[in-house]
């Protein structure tokens, strides 16, 4: 018998253990009770604020502000989650901006971390007027709206440790407004954009893949690291071009484009092209078009292998570099 009255208050009391869903149906604080409701956004009033093992939904056009340290389960926007000073956000879970969706902070110091995954909608926006530090320890996924909107990235320093998957049209709104890394690596799917076209200067520390539409940056100093966290091999592959104007390779890192088409240089670029002190190995096409005379300075540079390409593309005059391993083919 104390076993059934047992698993009855367990059942009842199941929202608390597992979770409550707690929706912001009109704007304000936190931490005022008065603006959550339980189950939806037309539900019954919660009476209470939500707690760090519950789920929170920001309903569309609402504004919840968040001027403390707090923690909740799953962190759903369809309206904007805006941050007041410098805090710590924790989301133990899943975060989802979706279409209409804004995530803003006021202060540089602030920490918004991301234990799971982020999805990431086309028509959501992430701009601070400080660029604050979000942090994802999961994958993101960049998911199309079947329209035209973008998934606009402005003002902050991202973070992202798994694999960051590109099926929306992914745009970056401000150059030198927060570093930028995929650690994890970063995928352009056939339906996917990747628009640098301000010229942000991202990190990337694993496996480039695009198979989707990659655009080139006209601003900005479009510079790529890659391998900046110590002995990494990264692959380059896809379908389609790869448009950066320079990339460093560092941290001992070995990049190999594993039958990309990668193009360097753009239109009023002065500097090399390609340089650090890893090593690059050129297995597919790659271009060296607008820059100085010395396009490639990298410690180690390979490009000797069977179908590999090195086009030398620029107007002016460019000094060849004879390979690390042997013999080019121009």
Do not use: H
């Amino acid at each position: 018998m104390k076993y059934f009255i047992l698993i009855v208050i367990l059942l009842l009391e199941g929202v608390y253990l597992w979770g409550a869903d707690y929706y912001a149906y009109q704007s304000g604080n936190y931490t005022n009770a008065a603006i959550w409701r339980i189950g939806s956004c037309n539900g019954a009033a919660a009476g209470s604020i939500p707690g760090a093992t519950d789920n929170v939904y920001i309903c569309p056009g609402v504004t919840v502000t968040v001027s403390s340290n707090i923690t909740c389960s799953n962190l759903t926007a369809w309206g904007t989650f805006s941050i007041s000073g410098n805090r710590n956000i924790t989301v133990s879970n899943q975060f989802t901006l979706n279409s209409g969706s804004l995530l803003t902070a006021d202060n540089n110091n602030t920490n918004f971390y991301v234990n799971g995954n982020f999805t990431f909608y086309d028509g959501a926006e992430i701009n601070g007027t400080q660029p604050f530090n979000l942090r994802v320890a999961g994958s993101m996924t960049n998911i199309s709206d079947g329209g035209s909107l973008q998934a606009r990235v402005g003002r902050v320093d991202i973070w992202i440790t798994g694999m960051s998957y590109i099926e929306g049209e992914y745009v970056f709104t401000i150059t030198g407004a927060g570093t930028k890394r995929f650690n994890g690596g970063l995928t352009i799917q056939p339906s996917g954009v990747f628009d640098n076209t301000v010229g942000e200067d991202p990190f990337i520390n694993g496996d480039i893949v695009n198979n989707g539409s990659w655009i080139g940056c006209t601003g900005g100093n479009c510079d790529y690291t890659l391998g900046n966290i110590a002995g990494r091999i990264i692959n380059i592959s896809g379908a389609n071009p790869i448009p950066v104007a320079r990339i460093n390779v560092s941290q001992a890192t070995s990049v190999v484009n594993n039958y990309g088409t990668l193009i360097l240089g753009r239109t009023g670029l002065a500097g090399d092209l390609l340089r650090g002190t890893g090593t690059f190995n050129n297995y597919g096409t790659l271009y060296l078009t607008k820059g100085n005379s010395t396009p490639v300075t990298i410690s180690v540079f390979n490009s000797s292998y069977a179908g590999n390409t090195v086009y030398y593309d620029n107007n002016a005059a460019q000094l060849i570099r004879i390979p690390n391993d042997g013999s080019e083919l121009l």
